[in-house]
């Protein structure tokens, strides 16, 4: 069986282990299925990137949309880092741990009137902002509140990037970002909009692209860009490059953070605006590995089923984009694999964690561990099928803590009614 061993979780004598903990003793104890993250993956992954592009010390907004956690964001906010958020919801967890709010950077396609006040109340750093209406929605409102606000534009490169076509954004075809054109018209006529201060530039082409060149050429797009700003006289103090550095998943052999710095900080000579960046699965994606118990397996006279405790709803990044997990017993077994699907509860043929695999062939009740589960994993769970979502658990060293705890019946059915008319 192939295993890439995956930073701090590594096998002991034929057990799993993340850092200095025992996995199965964690799913005993808190349950299956569990998310679990690695304290010292994560920060390590922080560093890399802090370290790499020190040169120019930029501003790392970690994109909370992949893991929200809040013990994984109180880790990263000791370790200075800002976020990227896209909903009130998230400016909430931010300020819940006391995260640096000129270090938090707001996007969105679509922002509500009340997010937008709360995140100038805030005093976040910069809306990211991806259309003309947006804009003059945030001026109207910072000017009621008497608060001048900075806002990067969203530029869309219009650059197509290797990656699932449901995560790759650079393009024009998607809903994201701002044409050159419209954007550049907005920063020369940027005195219509009284209360903004219209000095950044943003881009963010895509998820998961393992290699430099999109991003290159998105940001050499985006220099000229900015070139052409500050010949007709704008001045450009912030320029965020986005996320989407990809991970291993499988095979992939993608860019290190120094690999990816040596390509982007040349570029960067003599700039004087502040580098932004906001990545998400780099820092989380391979620091967390999710849990799951084999129920029974199923045989068909066709095909080989395992039926595992876990759902689409709990980990839908395999339903969803097709993406690839690598799947490991927690504890090695001498009994070989089994070439099967891996399959979930749920009511729906999609609803599959890998497609004819070969599976170490371990006992019913034993414990799989899907790796590279960090990121948008637990964020994108739902109750389908009225399933409570799953805890999360945190190792640090040789301790451990359930840091969301699994949902009840209770949290279920928390707020709904049956009205008096049905009675
Ligand atoms: N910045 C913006 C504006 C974004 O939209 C995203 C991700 C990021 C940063 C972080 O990208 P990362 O570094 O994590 O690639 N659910 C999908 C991925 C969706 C990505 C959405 N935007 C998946 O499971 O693959």
Not at 79 to 97: C, Q, T, W, Y
Request: glycine share 8%; proline share 4%.
């Amino acid at each position: 069986m192939r295993f890439h061993p995956i930073h701090d979780f590594v096998y002991k004598n034929g057990e799993l282990y993340c850092e200095s903990v025992k996995v199965s003793t964690i799913a005993d104890q808190a349950g299956s299925p569990v998310y679990i993250y690695s304290y010292k993956t994560i920060v390590e992954h922080f560093r890399k990137i802090k370290q790499a592009f020190k040169a120019v010390d930029p501003i790392i907004c970690f994109a909370m949309k992949a893991n929200s956690n809040l013990a994984v964001l109180k880790a990263l906010v000791d370790e200075g880092s800002g976020f990227d958020i896209v909903s009130g919801g998230e400016l909430k967890k931010a300020r819940l741990v006391k995260a640096d709010m000129q270090r938090v950077v707001f996007a969105s396609v679509g922002k509500t009137e009340v997010e937008i006040q709360e995140a100038i109340k805030a005093g976040i750093l910069l809306f990211n902002v991806e259309s003309k209406p947006e804009l003059e929605h945030i001026n109207r409102i910072a000017g009621r509140l008497r608060k001048t606000v900075q806002v990067a534009l969203r530029i869309n490169p219009d650059i197509d990037s290797p990656t699932h076509e449901k995560i790759n954004t650079g393009s024009l075809k998607k809903k994201f970002g701002i044409d050159l054109k419209t954007a550049r018209d907005i920063f020369v006529a940027q005195g219509t909009y009284r209360n903004l201060r219209i000095n950044g530039v943003h881009i963010h082409i895509g998820s998961q692209i393992t290699k430099a060149e999109p991003f290159i050429a998105a940001i050499k797009k985006a220099l000229l860009f900015i070139d052409d700003l500050e010949s007709s006289g704008v001045k450009v103090e912030y320029f965020d490059i986005g996320g989407g550095l990809g991970i291993i998943y499988q095979d992939e052999t993608p860019q290190t953070a120094r690999e990816f710095a040596s390509k982007v900080l040349p570029l960067l000579k003599g700039r004087k605006f502040k580098l932004l960046m906001e990545p998400g699965r780099f820092i989380v994606g391979n620091a967390g590995i999710f849990i799951t118990r084999k129920l029974y397996m199923k045989d068909n006279g066709v095909k080989k089923f395992m039926i595992v405790d876990a759902g689409m709803n709990d980990l839908v990044r395999p339903s969803m984009y097709g993406a690839y997990h690598e799947i490991v017993p927690l504890k090695k077994t001498t009994s070989g694999s089994v070439l099967c699907d891996v399959v979930g509860p749920i009511c729906e043929s999609g609803d599959v964690f890998a497609h004819d695999r070969n599976i170490a062939n371990i006992k019913d009740g034993e414990y799989l561990a899907l790796l590279s589960a960090g990121a948008y994993g637990y964020v994108m769970s739902s109750n389908y099928n009225v399933r409570p979502r799953v805890a999360e658990v945190m190792v640090k060293g040789h301790k451990w803590a359930v840091v969301q705890k699994r949902e009840d019946f209770k949290d279920l059915i928390r707020g709904a009614s049956i009205p008096g008319f049905l009675r």
